[in-house]
Structures are given as C-alpha cells and as structure tokens.
C-alpha cells in the first residue's frame, strides 16, 4: 500500500516537473502563464497587457482564424502600443461600420507562418540587414535587428520594437510589440 502511494506521488511529482519546464520555456505575458499547448486566442486572453487587442480580434472576427492550425506568426501590440494612436482610433475602428479597416490593422500584424526570433534574425541577416515580410493583410513589414533585438517598420514609417520574442503557442508563435503597425491607407 506505501508503494503504490509512494509511487503515485512520485508519478504525479514526475509529470509535474515535466509540465512546469515545458512552461518554463515560454516567457510570462501580461503576467500570465502561456502555455505552448494552448492556441493564440487561448492565450492572449489571459494576458492584461492584451485586453485591447483581444477586444479588436473579437469585433474584427478574427477569433476562430486565430484559433485555427496556422501556423500562424502574431506581432500582438500591447495595451499601451493602441492608447498610443491618435485619440478615438480605438473607439472608431472598434465600430461595427469600420469592421473591414479594423480586420486589415490587425491582419497586418499576422504571418501565415510560424517565425520564431532566430529564423527572423536569420532573414535579416540573410537580406543584408533588412528583411520583408508580407503578412496576412498585405502589408510588408520591414524587419531589422540591431544588438539582438527586432524592430519592425510599418508602411507609414512607424517602428515597432519587440519587447517579448518566442512565446510559442500550439499554432504559432506571439512576439509582443510596444506600437501597433498601421497599413497604407
């Protein structure tokens, strides 16, 4: 009977110890767990930094995409990256009538790919300093990397840091950004 139990414990220790180094891989967001089994939707919402920009895939549609296979790459603009905009873009691009503008802001920060910061450094370097990459929306975000960190230029000149890399998920991979990436319009 103290054998079987013994082993219970040590079975449930094992598998415990296992599950807490799989989470320990990924870095904390919003000072949430993100767990590489969950989907990006899954995720995110539990994330404080990201309230704005789960509320803005909520009213874009774009749930059930982000809860898809991907592989998806996210660049998820924090809470304070949408209160930087111009006062009442959030409120405006949130209405149901600007519903396609929103869809293509936020389309502009997905990659049909899953890119973690290596591959994307690799790109950089590889393209002479500089690498394009074509998101789901059609936009092309200029990539640079300088003292192992990326930046991220959007097609109005705006530039994004990323502030968190690799948070892999079960369909991709988030990279937090502080500025949300504008499209040409």
Aim: include cysteine.
């Amino acid at each position: 009977m103290i054998t079987s139990a013994l082993r219970t414990i040590a079975l449930a220790t094992a598998v415990s110890a296992i599950a807490f180094a799989a989470q320990a891989k990924n870095p904390m967001v919003g000072g949430a767990a993100m767990y590489p089994t969950k989907n990006i939707v899954e995720n995110a919402v539990h994330s404080k930094d990201h309230t704005t920009l789960v509320a803005a895939v909520k009213a874009a549609g774009l749930v059930s995409t982000l809860e898809g296979k991907g592989p998806f790459t996210v660049f998820a603009p924090t809470n304070e990256a949408f209160a930087a905009l111009p006062a009442g873009t959030v409120d405006t691009l949130l209405k149901p009538e600007n519903k396609a503008q929103l869809t293509k802001v936020l389309t502009c920060h997905v990659v049909a790919a899953d890119a973690m910061s290596k591959t994307v450094a690799k790109m950089i370097k590889d393209d002479g300093g500089e690498h394009d990459i074509k998101t789901v929306g059609g936009c092309i975000i200029k990539a640079k990397e300088s003292m192992g960190k990326i930046t991220l230029t959007d097609e109005n000149g705006g530039v994004a840091h990323v502030t968190i890399a690799d948070v892999k998920q079960s369909n991709g991979v988030i990279h937090v950004i502080d500025k949300v990436l504008l499209p040409k319009m």
